[in-house]
T-cell receptor, first 116, second 115 residues
Framework: DTAVSQTPKYLVTQMGNDKSIKCEQN?????MYWYKQDSKKFLKIMFS???????INETVPNRFSPKSPDKAHLNLHINSLELGDSAVYFC???????????????FGAGTRLSVL | DQQVKQNSPSLSVQEGRISILNCDYT??????FLWYKKYPAEGPTFLIS?????DKNEDGRFTVFLNKSAKHLSLHIVPSQPGDSAVYFC??????????????FGKGTKLSVIP
């Protein structure tokens, strides 16, 4: 039973389209994250939500909007897709408590987005 | 500006020998360090971690060493097995507030264990 699941696994779309990536975790965690792994293989934090509240919002274009309907889900909506958005997007979750050992993050398998 | 650096993009080791993966960081606010392992087409999987108040943590074949003064950590795998072949990411954590910990990742080191 997958702990952090993302859909779809692959997403190929045209420039200018709007698309969404869904993420769900069944670990009972309070905090969820979105990361982007670019062509240089760097994994960079994009957003973090704790109990449906936005905590981290790195310098990401406002075309990217995370939405958390409940603490088990954090979806990523991307408007007006650009070529540079092509990357692998990873969702993650953690217990999010104020104890260092609780900040271990568990990752989904990733969504490979290709913008043509 | 890379705050977490893994300067070796790849490493090849003979099966049964020790693998040593290195990681350097620059941000003194990091207080927790983690190693993740990643197979192709999968997400990173947590492997082992260490708090900044310790200098060593061991879990089976995996040991992580932390040298705070040098801002350096290393992952030792002994003995190395072919199934250990993967990309290893070093990550450092700092408290972003409200129960959220921001992980900063290195670029990864691809380990190949040769049978």
């Amino acid at each position: 039973d997958t702990a952090v699941s993302q859909t779809p696994k692959y997403l190929v779309t045209q420039m200018g389209n709007d698309k969404s990536i869904k993420c769900e975790q069944n670990l009972g965690h309070d905090t969820m994250y979105w990361y982007k792994q670019d062509s240089k293989k760097f994994l960079k934090i994009m957003f973090s939500y704790n109990n449906k509240e936005l905590i981290i919002n790195e310098t990401v274009p406002n075309r990217f909007s995370p939405k958390s309907p409940d603490k088990a889900h954090l979806n990523l909506h991307i408007n007006s897709l650009e070529l540079g958005d092509s990357a692998v997007y990873f969702c993650a979750s953690s217990q999010g408590l104020r104890e260092l050992a609780k900040n271990i993050q568990y990752f989904g398998a990733g969504t490979r987005l290709s913008v043509l | 500006d890379q705050q977490v650096k893994q300067n070796s993009p790849s490493l090849s080791v003979q099966e049964g020998r020790i693998s040593i993966l290195n990681c350097d960081y620059t941000n003194s606010m990091f207080d927790y360090f983690l190693w993740y392992k990643k197979y192709p087409a999968e997400g990173p999987t947590f492997l082992i971690s260490i708090s900044s108040i310790k200098d060593k943590n061991e879990d089976g074949r995996f040991t992580v060493f932390l040298n705070k003064s040098a801002k350096h950590l290393s992952l030792h795998i002994v003995p190395s097995q072919p199934g250990d072949s993967a990309v290893y990411f070093c990550a450092a954590s700092e408290d972003s507030g409200a129960g959220s910990y921001q992980l900063t990742f290195g670029k990864g080191t691809k380990l190949s264990v040769i049978p």
